[in-house]
């Protein structure tokens, strides 16, 4: 079947899941995909808890431990 769209198949509802389904789509723009996983919700993007807790040290560009 030349022209029709991919199909694809993700296992893993989490935040990899979330990541590898932008990637096809990157690539795919028309591509169908379907995500099996077992959360009791669905996939969201979630926040990166670690910048919050430790704000970037200054100039450093990388986290640092609050004491």
Known sequence: MTGAAPRIGIVGSGIAGLRAAQSV??????ARITVFGD???????????????YPPSAGSGR?????
């Open 39 to 53: 959360e009791a919700h669905r996939t969201y993007n979630r926040p990166g808890l670690t910048k919050k807790r």
């Open 25 to 30: 789509l990157a690539h795919e723009t028309g």
């Open 63 to 67: 986290p640092s431990p609050r004491t």
